[in-house]
């Protein structure tokens, strides 16, 4: 509270969490920075210690050790501060049953101490910013999960926080769903809104975040922009052909040989699921995917190989996981 | 101060504890038939019965029903507190998950907990009181006097927090699965050791009930407002009542707040 204070949004310095009667720590000396305006994401499979790293910077878990600042206050050592500064919506759906879609809003800004006279107003705005107006006065018992979703992220706005904290805020929606709950958090960035958004889809860490931290096992394995972790891996990008042999051999082995002695190319292998009479090779290469097209083709013409299938890969967020894991995500 | 925005907002933890018991009170408000329907039916049978039917037929001796009555409307409070916050609690913290909107709440977590002792011990006053109007219908009459009311106001309230902070304890301590054994555990010896259908002192030619019911709470609440409402019937003095009282609101409330935080924060 004193003292220098880092405009970051959100500032983790190695925290542990153990659970009573764990073996393992669930958070194992992670730290990271969320810069203020920054969507952040957190990527990793169930049980990696995303959920216990939100649930530390919401003042929901206690820490083991280390430490948690949140709009630069301690959440250890001042939660209710804390609290003021902070938003969270949950995995699971835990609106108030007693009250309706308003008034689930209206409450949660008197719990807040959002002054009277604002959260009428407040309200009105984030349920047509969520497309909820016309069921406002619905009770919440009915509604489905894509609708739960979107009024914790309208109800978590009331108190206009710092720092949103979305945990899986898109698992088991349709994908209509989850396109809408993207445009929102992309509409959230523009206004200048910390996000923490956790997820085990590559697919949504790709395209909400700004920059992606891959947890694994209470780890943080890599941290950096979605562009930046795939760029570092090896062969950034790939080649992915489907040949057919016309010579019969069919086994693929010429050409694994003679494309891994081109220059360029830092790696080939054969992909399993190819049809029959086909195979389906990958090429890994240093350099721009489209400049290799030309001289595989060439090669694979000269030993009498027809190219049925040219396809340019960039590596994902996917295959930045199976490097640093070895294993896939799910 | 951390920046400008933050401090935008001042908002007391007495503001936040305000408006999180009213949400609670507005719920209630407008469920206000249900919840009096579910927390008299029991008394009042049981004054009916025992206040009316039985004294009808012969019997109990005349007189009875005015020394139940206050015995009545001691189970009364004390029962209708430890289920307002035993149950919901139950409930919002293994299947609904609603609690967690006000646990993030900018208030330490303990007010969270007081607040549901609060409002808890709100709603067993009302239903306590409700009794009232009741005994006069079934009983004709209710025991009362002027000189009554200071005793049976500071037993009422330290009575309803004590079953309060009794249900917070199981409500937190108790795993969801087996909240209805424990109940049945719980209230059914808690019904009939709490010295409400008897007075404390006629029970000297059995010992070691009479022991037995001094671990009851209850007793001290059905014993302070007998002595209040009915003095002439021998009781536990008042003065001992209010210290059992306050001893057993504070033990159960530490044991109570403590096992709701624990289950507020992992």
Redesign the interface.
């Known amino acids: ?1 004193f003292g220098v ?1 880092s405009d970051a949004a959100v500032e983790v310095r190695e925290i542990v969490k153990r ?1 009573p009667k764990a073996t393992v720590n669930a958070v194992d000396g992670v730290s990271f920075t969320v810069a203020s305006g920054e969507v952040f994401g957190l990527l990793g499979p169930n049980g990696a210690g995303k959920t216990t790293t939100i ?1 530390i910077l ?5 820490l083991t050790s280390g430490t948690g600042l949140v ?3 301690d959440v250890a050592r001042n ?3 804390a ?3 902070l ?2 919506v ?1 995995q ?8 309706s879609i308003r008034q ?1 809003l209206l ?2 800004a ?5 002054p009277r006279h604002d959260r009428a107003a407040r309200a009105d705005e984030l349920l047509k910013m969520f497309g909820l107006t016309e069921r406002a006065d619905d009770k919440v018992d009915f509604v489905s999960g894509g609708q739960a979703q979107r009024i914790m992220i309208a ?1 978590a706005l009331m ?1 206009t926080p ?1 720092v949103l904290f979305l945990d899986e805020p898109t698992t088991g929606l349709d994908p209509a769903a989850r396109l809408f709950v993207w445009d929102r958090v992309r509409d959230l960035r523009e206004q200048g809104v910390t996000v923490v958004i956790t997820t085990h889809s590559m697919e949504e860490a790709t395209a909400l975040a700004d920059r992606v931290g891959i947890m694994d096992h209470g780890h943080l394995l890599a941290l950096d922009t979605p562009q930046a972790l795939t760029r570092s891996l090896p062969g950034s990008t790939t080649l992915d052909l489907v040949t057919s042999s016309s010579n019969g051999d069919g086994d693929g082995a010429a050409e694994l040989e003679a494309l891994g002695r081109l220059s360029g190319v830092e790696k080939v292998e054969r992909v399993a699921d190819s049809a029959p009479g086909t195979v389906r090779v990958r090429v890994y290469v240093t350099g721009e995917a489209p400049m290799m097209v030309a001289p595989v083709a060439t090669t694979l013409a000269e030993l009498g190989i027809s190219l049925n299938d040219v396809r340019l890969g960039e590596p994902s967020l996917e295959d930045v996981f199976i490097s640093l894991t070895g294993r896939a995500l799910r | ?3 400008p ?2 401090t935008a ?3 007391g ?1 007495a ?2 504890f305000l ?2 018991l ?2 609670d009170i507005f ?1 209630t408000g407008r469920e206000l038939p249900i919840f009096l329907i579910q927390v008299i039916l029991q008394p009042l049978f049981l004054l009916f019965v025992f206040g009316k039917v039985l004294s009808e037929l012969g019997y109990t001796q005349p007189g009875y029903s005015q020394l139940l009555f206050p015995g009545v409307v001691s189970l009364t409070a004390i029962l209708t507190a430890l289920q307002s916050t035993a149950l919901p609690l139950v409930i919002e913290f293994s299947f ?3 609690i ?10 303990a007010l969270v907990a007081v607040e549901k002792m609060v409002f808890a011990a709100i709603r067993a006053i009302i239903a306590a009181l409700v009794m009232f109007p009741i005994g006069v219908i079934i009983l004709g009459s209710v025991p009362w006097h002027p000189g009554a009311a200071p005793m049976f106001i500071v037993t009422l309230i330290l009575g309803t927090l004590t079953g309060a902070a009794m249900g917070l304890v199981l409500g937190t301590a108790v795993p969801p699965n087996r909240i209805n054994v424990m109940f049945t555990l719980v209230l059914t010896p808690l019904l009939f050791t709490g010295c409400v259908q008897y007075p404390w002192p006629s029970l000297d030619h059995l010992r070691w009930f009479q022991i037995v019911t001094l671990f009851n709470p209850m007793t001290y609440i059905s014993e302070g407002m007998r002595g209040a409402m009915v003095p002439s019937v021998p009781h536990i003095r008042p003065e001992i009542c209010l210290l059992a009282l306050v001893a057993a609101l504070g033990i159960f409330s530490s044991i109570g707040i403590r096992g709701f935080i624990r289950r ?3």
């Open positions: 509270m204070v659970y649930g919401t003042t929901r878990v206690k709009a630069g206050v939660p209710v501060h609290r003021s500064q938003a969270v949950p699971r759906n835990n609106l108030d049953r007693s009250l689930n409450f949660h008197g719990y807040h101490g959002v109800r108190h710092k | 101060m951390s920046g925005a933050a907002r001042t908002t933890p503001s936040v408006a999180v009213w949400r719920v609904t998950k609603e967690e909107d006000r646990l993030l709440a900018p208030m330490p977590t507020a924060i992992d």
